[in-house]
Structures are given as structure tokens and as C-alpha cells.
């Protein structure tokens, strides 16, 4: 049995070698244009039905290529557009931090915010000021959009800012229309609020707040906010108002350092022209009617009057 496999095998390869030899005697016999038609006729019957899959397999691996390459281009084109808007913003605020800085008297140091808690009314900040000679504490931090804050901690390079914020900060603030004062202060680190205003006093909703300088540690004229919102409770003696702050912790980054120079001059607190809608009315007079007349007449009977000789002890005929 195995040496009939061996034969059998032996004639098969010498008829695929016989074969082998036609075929290329036959191609090599006949002429160019004929060869040339009849390998396309064959390969093309042969490869066709893979031509089209493979085809689109290409057109799948391109249009991927091309893909990956314009996301890398659409995220490279965002973050410069990032980059261009963050020192737009800059550039805005150095603007004016500068006109600030030419429209006061004050001895101003410039310096930057490198720390900071991720809530939006940080109670605190940390800044490196470029020049930290002559910073102590004590000393107020501005900005463009108003008060920041003061130093509370000063260190050879760095130093803590207690923001307007901060659940102990009182500030001694003045309603700009009306001339009525406050403290601005922050309740529980949610709500800015403006206390310590009676019940009686000229504020309205949309009135800008500002820094009084009375409180003697921070100068007059710095923006604090606007009111938004005021509630009266007849049964306290004061009003509830609630400022919104004009500080924006997350576009403060440059800030400036009050270390001296010459304060505005504090408000007048001459009393407001227009009325409040709280102001006590005056009292109406009441009239009286006038009291009556008394008519007081003698009795008209005639008197009689004694004789004295009748009288006791009179002197007798």
C-alpha cells in the first residue's frame, strides 16, 4: 500500500510537471497582445470579487487617517484660541489696572494671585507681589473691578490676602445715591450683605455700594457692588439687603497693593433730597370743636333782708 502511494505520487507530479511545461511552451509560442489579454482576462476573473472590499477597506483606513488628523489639528486651534483669549483677558485687565493707577494718588504694588481655594468667594488668597519691600499687613488689595480684600499674613515672598469674603471681614460702606451707611459683610461665606441700615433709610434696589473710608482702614470710593435684593421685617429695626458683589475672584488674577499715598477725600453725609417710602408721615392735625358757652344768670326773686332790731341783742323801744 505505501509503495503504491509512492508511485502514485511520483506520476502526479510528473503529469503537473508535463503540464507545467505545455502551458509555458503554449505562452511562450504564442504572440505579446494575445498573452497580455489573456493574463488580464484571468487575473481579472480571479481578483475581482476582492477588488471591491479591498477598495473599501482603503477608503476606511484614509478617511480614519484623515480624521485623526483633523481632531489633532481642531484640539491644537483650541487651545491657542484658549491661549489668545486668556491674554486678551489679561491684557484687558492690566488696562485697567493702569487707569486705575493713573486716576489715584496712592503708592500701588503690583502683584499676582498664585493661590487660592477653588469656591468662587475664596475667604483667602495668596499673591507674590513683584516688589514685596514696605507691604504689611494691614494694607488694602484692589483691583479693577473694586476692593479685595487686605494683607493679613506677610512673608518674604509671598503673602495672604483676606478677601472682602471672608466671614470676618467688616467693611464701612456708604450707598452711593443716598448717602446711607453700612457695614458690608459676608454672611456664612454665601450671601454679601449690607447691615446695620434702619428701616427709615433711602435705599433702593440697583443702588451702588461703595467703601465709606470711616472705618479707617480701608479709603473711600472702592466698589463693593450693587443691591439686589432688600427685604423689610417690620418686627426688626433693621433692613435686610443683599448685595451683589462686584468682585469676581475667578477674573482676578493681577491685583494692586495700597502701601500709601493720599486717600479721596471722605463723603459728605448730608441728608438725601428725595423722600423715603419708609419715612415716617406727618401727623394730621386733628380739629376740635370749640367748647361751649356757659350761660351763668343771677336768680331775679328779691332778697329779704332782716331788720337789725330783730336781730338778737338789738337795742329795743
Not at 486668556?86 to 492690566?94: P, T
Not at 479685595?148 to 464701612?172: C, E, H, L, M, W
Not at 450683605?193 to 435705599?203: G, H
Request: glycine residues 8%; hydrophobic residues 40%; aromatic residues 6%.
Amino acid at each position: 500500500m505505501l509503495l503504491f502511494n509512492r508511485r502514485f505520487w511520483r506520476r502526479h507530479d510528473i503529469a503537473v510537471l508535463i503540464a507545467a511545461l505545455l502551458i509555458s511552451a503554449v505562452l511562450a509560442v504564442l504572440p505579446s497582445g494575445l498573452k497580455t489579454a489573456g493574463g488580464g482576462g484571468v487575473v481579472g476573473t480571479l481578483f475581482a470579487p476582492l477588488e471591491y472590499p479591498a477598495s473599501q477597506v482603503r477608503s476606511l483606513f484614509s478617511s480614519w487617517r484623515d480624521n485623526q488628523e483633523l481632531r489633532l489639528r481642531l484640539a491644537v486651534t483650541s487651545l491657542e484660541n484658549i491661549s489668545l483669549k486668556e491674554a486678551a483677558r489679561e491684557n484687558d485687565e492690566f488696562r485697567k489696572l493702569l487707569e486705575l493707577k493713573s486716576r489715584t494718588r496712592w503708592l500701588l504694588k503690583a502683584a499676582r494671585v498664585v493661590g487660592r481655594e477653588p469656591a468662587a468667594r475664596a475667604p483667602f488668597l495668596v499673591i507674590e507681589p513683584g516688589d514685596p519691600k514696605d507691604i504689611r499687613d494691614d494694607m488694602p488689595a484692589v483691583s479693577d473691578r473694586g476692593l479685595v480684600g487686605k494683607v493679613v499674613n506677610s512673608g518674604p515672598k509671598y503673602f495672604q490676602v483676606a478677601t472682602i469674603f471672608d466671614p470676618d471681614s467688616r467693611v464701612s460702606a456708604i450707598v452711593a445715591r443716598s448717602l446711607v451707611l453700612g457695614i458690608f459683610r459676608t454672611d456664612r461665606g454665601q450671601r454679601c450683605i449690607l447691615d446695620r441700615v434702619s428701616l427709615r433709610s433711602d435705599v433702593r434696589e440697583g443702588d451702588t455700594v461703595l467703601t465709606s473710608g470711616y472705618g479707617q482702614v480701608f479709603p473711600s470710593g472702592l466698589m463693593l457692588g450693587t443691591v439686589e435684593r432688600i427685604r423689610v421685617d417690620k418686627r426688626q429695626l433693621t433692613m435686610n439687603i443683599e448685595i451683589s458683589p462686584s468682585l469676581d475672584l475667578n477674573r482676578t488674577s493681577q491685583m494692586f497693593i495700597i502701601t500709601g499715598g493720599i486717600n479721596p477725600p471722605l463723603p459728605s453725609l448730608a441728608p438725601a433730597k428725595a423722600p423715603d417710602s419708609l419715612a415716617s408721615r406727618p401727623r394730621r392735625r386733628i380739629k376740635f370743636p370749640p367748647p361751649p358757652e356757659l350761660d351763668i344768670r343771677l336768680p331775679q326773686a328779691p332778697v329779704p333782708v332782716p331788720d337789725e332790731s330783730e336781730l338778737p341783742g338789738g337795742t329795743g323801744q
